[in-house]
C-alpha cells in the first residue's frame, strides 16, 4: 500500500518484508481451510484449531510490519460566510412550510435544493487558487489503479444484470406494493413519505418512475430489478472508496472485487426493493468518516452530512448509520481532546449532522406530523412487552446471531439469501477474519483512529437487523445488515493490501527471492480470486435460484400460459387460494395495472356470474378442488387445462370457456 495519504501501515524494515509476506500467506491459508471446515456450521477442534493458528499468524505478520498513524484533523476552524448562512436559513424556511402537506410541491422543489446548496456554500472551506495551465499527469500507478477499477465494474455489471429476468424469477407481495407506489407518482401524486404496506421511503419509487417515462421502461417488476441492479453496481464503485481510505488503492480494489461477486449483495441488489440504497449510502458515509478522520477535511463533513440525507431517504434500516457517524465523530472527539481542539472536532461532527437536516428538511417535516408512520417499522420491532430481562437477553442472541452471521450462519429471509447460508464465501469469510486481527493489532499499537472506527463500527452496523426484538427469527436478515457490507468488505480486503505492500517492499530482494515472492503472489491472485468467482456464481445463480423458485409464487408461468391459451386478460379471472397467486402481480405481469380491482375473486368468495361473449378463463390452484368442482357444474362443457410449474407444489389450472352455456 504505496504512500501515506492511504494506508493504513506500511513495512519500513525491508529485511522483514519477507516475513511479513510468509507470515500472511500462512495465516490466509490457515483462515481458508478453517473457513471451509464451517460450511456445516460445526465448530470441530481441528477447524478451531487452524483458526487459532491462522489468528497468530496474522498477529506475527502485523506486529512486524510498522503501522503508523493516520494524519489528525488540524486544530485550525474554518470561516464562516454569515449572509449565505442567513439565506440557507431563509430557504430553509420555506421548504418547510411549503412541505407541510406531505407533498414535493414546486415550491418545496425550488426552496430545498437552494437551501441547502447556501447551507454547504457557507460553511464550504475557501482556498486561494493557484493557477494551474496543464493538468498533472496520471502516474502509473494510477492509471494502472483506474483499469483496475473499470475491470471491477465491468464484472460487477456483469454478475449484477446477467439472467436478470430469470433470477430470481417471479415476484412477491412487496413488489406489488411498490409498483402501486410507482404508478401513484407517474399519476401525478409526489408524496414524500410512502404510508402504504408500513410506511417507504421515497427514493426508489421516483427512481423508478424516471425509469418509466424518461428511458421508456414498463411498469413492471423487471423495471424494479434493473434499477435497484444499477444502484448496486456504483454501490461497488463507493466501497472501492471506503477501501482504498481504509488502506490504499489495493484495498480498495480488493474491496470492490470482493463485493462484486458477493451473493449477499447480488441478492439484495437484483430484488428490486429498496435494500441497495441503504448499501450505497452507508457506503458512502463511511467512506467520507474514514477520509475526515485522515485529513480532518471540512469538505468531507459536509458531503457526509448529504450522504446521511441521501441514505435517510432510501431504506429505514439505514437510520442506524445516523449512530454509526456518531460513534466514529466520538473517536475524533476524544482524541482531539487530547490536543485541546476537541471543541473544532465537537463541531465538524454538529455540521455534518446539521447539513443531513437542512437537506432532509421535508421529510424530518413529515416525521414529525406523522411519527407512527415514519417509524412504525421500528417500534413493531423493538418490542419490550416481555421485560427488560428477557429483552436484553433477545438482544444479546441477536447480536451474536449477527456477527457470525458472515462465517457461520445466515437467517431465514429466502428472498434475498440462502437460507441458514453464511453471508460471505470462505475465502472472504476467512479475509474478514484475517482483516480483524490486523485492525486489533494495529489499534492495540494505538496507531490509527481509523482502525479504531473500524472495528466499533462492525457491531454497530449489525443493529439494523440485532434490534429486531418482536420477531428474533427474522435475524440476522441479509437485508437489514447491507449497510455493515461496505465496511465488511473493506476490512476483509485489508489482509491483501499488507501482503501487497510486502511484496512490493520485497521486490528489491536479490533476483530468485524476488522471482519466488512475485510467483506466489500471483499464484495466490489466481486461486483465490477464481475460487471466489465460481463459489458465488454457484451460490447465487444454482442454490439460490433454485431455493427461490421453491418458494415463490409461479406468476411468470401462469401469465405465460393465459397467453399461450389465448384468453383475453380482461376476460381471465384468478380464483384466489390462501398463500397462492398475489392478483396484483399477476396484473402487472398481464399488463393491466387495475386488473386486480375487478378479476380477482378472493377467498371464500362466491364464483360471480360470467358475463358479455368471447373466450374466458379462470386460473386456481392445483389443490383448489371444491372452486374446481364448481367451475365444472357451471361450465360442463369448458375445457381445465393443468400446467405444472417447476415446482409441483405450485402447479394450477385454467378451466378456458368458450362461451356461455
Avoid at 436 to 445: D, E, F, I, S, Y
Avoid at 571 to 595: I, K, Q
Avoid at 604 to 615: E, F, N, S, V
Amino acid at each position: 500500500m504505496p504512500g501515506r495519504g492511504g494506508s493504513l501501515v506500511e513495512l519500513t524494515p525491508r529485511r522483514d518484508a519477507t516475513r511479513v509476506a510468509l507470515f500472511g500467506v500462512a495465516g490466509t491459508g490457515l483462515l481458508a481451510v478453517a473457513s471451509r471446515g464451517l460450511v456445516d456450521q460445526k465448530l470441530s477442534f481441528t477447524t478451531a484449531a487452524l483458526l487459532a493458528l491462522g489468528v497468530l499468524a496474522w498477529v506475527g505478520a502485523t506486529w512486524i510490519a510498522e503501522p503508523w498513524s493516520a494524519a489528525t484533523r488540524p486544530a485550525t476552524p474554518c470561516p464562516v460566510s454569515f449572509p449565505l448562512l442567513v439565506t440557507a436559513a431563509v430557504l430553509v424556511v420555506g421548504a418547510w412550510v411549503s412541505s407541510g402537506g406531505g407533498v414535493y410541491t414546486n415550491a418545496t422543489l425550488a426552496f430545498w435544493p437552494a437551501g441547502t446548496a447556501a447551507w454547504l456554500l457557507a460553511w464550504w472551506p475557501r482556498k486561494p487558487r493557484k493557477p494551474r495551465t496543464t493538468l498533472p499527469p496520471l502516474s502509473r500507478s494510477a492509471v494502472l489503479t483506474m483499469l483496475a477499477l473499470g475491470a471491477v465494474v465491468c464484472a460487477a455489471a456483469l454478475f449484477h444484470f446477467h439472467d436478470l429476468s430469470s433470477v430470481p424469477g417471479d415476484p412477491t407481495s412487496d413488489h406489488a406494493e411498490k409498483l402501486l407506489d410507482v404508478r401513484d407518482v407517474l399519476d401525478g401524486e409526489h408524496p414524500i413519505f410512502f404510508p402504504r404496506n408500513s410506511g417507504r421511503e421515497p427514493a426508489q419509487f421516483y427512481v423508478a418512475a424516471a425509469q418509466v417515462k424518461l428511458l421508456g421502461q414498463p411498469l413492471a417488476w423487471e423495471t424494479l430489478k434493473s434499477g435497484t441492479a444499477a444502484v448496486g453496481v456504483l454501490a461497488v464503485l463507493a466501497i472501492f472508496l471506503v477501501g482504498r481510505e481504509l488502506g490504499g488503492p489495493v484495498v480498495g480494489l480488493t474491496a470492490s472485487a470482493l463485493a462484486a461477486v458477493s451473493p449477499w449483495l447480488l441478492g439484495v441488489d437484483r430484488i428490486g426493493l429498496r435494500f441497495s440504497y441503504a448499501i450505497l449510502a452507508s457506503a458512502l458515509v463511511l467512506w467520507l468518516l474514514f477520509r475526515y478522520l485522515r485529513t480532518g477535511d471540512r469538505r468531507a463533513v459536509l458531503l457526509c452530512g448529504l450522504a446521511l440525507a441521501f441514505g435517510v431517504h432510501g431504506y429505514s434500516p439505514f437510520r442506524i448509520v445516523l449512530v454509526a457517524a456518531a460513534v466514529v465523530f466520538g473517536v475524533a472527539v476524544a482524541h482531539a481532546a487530547r490536543t485541546g481542539t476537541w471543541r473544532i472536532a465537537m463541531a465538524d461532527a454538529a455540521l455534518a449532522y446539521g447539513t443531513a437536516l437542512f437537506a432532509s428538511i421535508p421529510l424530518v417535516h413529515y416525521a414529525i406530523r406523522h411519527p407512527d408512520l415514519v417509524f412504525m417499522r421500528q417500534t413493531s420491532r423493538l418490542d419490550a412487552s416481555s421485560g427488560v430481562r428477557a429483552s436484553l437477553s433477545t438482544f444479546a442472541g441477536n447480536l451474536k446471531d449477527a456477527l457470525l452471521a458472515f462465517n457461520w450462519r445466515g437467517g431465514s429471509i429466502w428472498t434475498v439469501a440462502l437460507p441458514n447460508e453464511p453471508f460471505l464465501d470462505f475465502v472472504t469469510g476467512a479475509a474478514l477474519v484475517a482483516g480483524v486481527v490486523v485492525l486489533a493489532t494495529v489499534a492495540v499499537r494505538g496507531r490509527s483512529l481509523v482502525a479504531v472506527s473500524a472495528l466499533a463500527l462492525l457491531p454497530v452496523l449489525t443493529l439494523g437487523s440485532a434490534l429486531n426484538l418482536a420477531f428474533p427469527e427474522e435475524n440476522p436478515a441479509a437485508n437489514r445488515m447491507g449497510v455493515a457490507a461496505p465496511l465488511v468488505f473493506a476490512v476483509a480486503a485489508v489482509p491483501a493490501g499488507l501482503l501487497w505492500s510486502a511484496l512490493q517492499t520485497a521486490a528489491s530482494a536479490p533476483a530468485p527471492r524476488r522471482l519466488a515472492l512475485l510467483t506466489l503472489g500471483s499464484v495466490l491472485l489466481l486461486i483465490g480470486g477464481g475460487a471466489v468467482a465460481a463459489t458465488n456464481y454457484k451460490s447465487y445463480f444454482r442454490d439460490y435460484r433454485d431455493a427461490y423458485t421453491l418458494r415463490a409464487e409461479p406468476t411468470t408461468e401462469v401469465a405465460r400460459a393465459i397467453a399461450k391459451l389465448g384468453v383475453p386478460p380482461a376476460r381471465t379471472f384468478l380464483v384466489s387460494y390462501p398463500h397462492s397467486l398475489d392478483a396484483r402481480n399477476l396484473g402487472f405481469a398481464l399488463g393491466d395495472v387495475d386488473w386486480h380491482l375487478e378479476n380477482n375473486i378472493e377467498p371464500g368468495l362466491p364464483i360471480p356470474p360470467l358475463r358479455g361473449k368471447g373466450r374466458a378463463g379462470y386460473v386456481l390452484a392445483a389443490e383448489d378442488a371444491g372452486n374446481r368442482r364448481e367451475l365444472h357444474r357451471r361450465f360442463p362443457s369448458a375445457r381445465y387445462v393443468p400446467v405444472s410449474t417447476s415446482v409441483a407444489a405450485h402447479d394450477f389450472g385454467v378451466y378456458v370457456v368458450d362461451g356461455l352455456p
